[in-house]
């Protein structure tokens, strides 16, 4: 498998900027399991510049879908999660697991993937992972920068596809 590029000179304290050259390369970054269902982004040419991480909503707005690298790796990772329908829509305020932004039902929620045939797992989390937007926007506003946050995110999503999905993340 080919490694995703980090840009040419990734200083401490910098952005995570990677490059992926082709769809095989970015569909590869997914679990076997999950490819058949991935798409990438309508409008997506490649090279892709990413910058932290990627991540989109299909069309029908059923599945969400993360491309990340760990901090300190050069492997790609993709998870693709699932929406699950929650009954209750209560307006009590959610908190997303990975960026802790809080949200009502419709902001977040659950998503799911399959651990196997037989298990699934699920997280509360922003429901378009929009996450890097809502750290970067509460950085700006106390004054400081979001980089550690960033970071400390990617983390997160690492411990998870690595816990969680036993997936190989460095």
Excluded: H
């Excluded at 980090?6 to 490819?35: N, V």
């Excluded at 750290?135 to 550690?148: C, H, Y």
């Amino acid at each position: 498998m080919r490694r995703a590029r980090y840009k040419a000179a990734q200083q401490p304290g910098e952005a995570l900027m990677f490059r992926i050259e082709t769809e095989k390369e970015f569909l590869s970054a997914f679990r076997s399991r999950d490819r058949k269902s991935v798409e990438p982004p309508k409008g997506t040419r490649f090279p892709l510049f990413v910058r932290d991480y990627l991540a989109w909503v299909d069309p029908y707005g059923v599945r969400v879908f993360l491309v990340f690298t760990a901090p300190g790796s050069k492997r790609l990772t993709g998870i693709a999660f699932r929406r699950d329908q929650q009954g209750d829509k209560a307006l009590a305020l959610r908190v997303c697991e990975w960026c802790r932004a809080s949200g009502s039902a419709d902001q977040i929620g659950l998503l799911t993937t399959d651990v196997d045939s037989k298990r699934r797992v699920g997280v509360n989390l922003c429901l378009d992972l929009r996450c890097s937007e809502k750290l970067e926007q509460a950085a700006n506003m106390s004054g400081r920068s979001v980089l550690d946050d960033n970071k400390e995110l990617l983390e997160r999503m690492s411990r998870f596809a690595r816990e969680a999905l036993g997936m190989e993340v460095s």
